[in-house]
């Protein structure tokens, strides 16, 4: 019994940190889309439905 509640402590530890890892890297992608979208050059040779062009490597 106390076997189980130890590998149950163990499961919510990991769930946590996985959840805090998952958070800083949406929070991180949400930073690099808004700094994308602010990055966006206006042309006007492009295409239809295209409101600029970024080169990033």
Request: charged share 20%.
């Amino acid at each position: 019994m106390q076997d189980m509640a130890i590998l149950w402590e163990w499961i919510a530890f990991a769930v946590r940190w996985v959840h805090v890892i998952t958070a800083i890297a949406w929070i991180g992608s949400s930073f690099y889309f808004i700094a994308l979208d602010l990055g966006l050059h206006r042309d006007r040779n492009l295409a239809s439905g295209a409101d600029g062009e970024e080169w990033q490597v």
